[in-house]
């Protein structure tokens, strides 16, 4: 097996449904424009309420992506 470099970098995602859909909102939009995304690693959680209710969902996420060789 490779040893593998990786570089990681932090984002946040928002949804209006869950937490887990703003995990995979922000990393669908990164992947994009970066190649070779291998994993992630949740930061932060936290939302946005009005009225009483949560409207968004807000979920700070490290990516971690291969560098290419």
Do not use: C, N
Request: proline residues 1%; charged residues 30%; negative net charge.
């Amino acid at each position: 097996m490779p040893d593998h470099v990786y570089k990681h970098i932090q984002i946040t995602g928002s949804s209006e449904t869950s937490s887990d859909d703003a995990i995979r909102s922000a990393i669908e939009k990164a992947s994009t424009t970066i190649r070779e995304i291998r994993w992630f690693k949740v930061i932060e959680s936290r939302g946005h309420v009005t009225d009483g209710k949560i409207a968004h969902w807000q979920v700070t996420v490290d990516l971690g992506f291969t560098i290419d060789e």
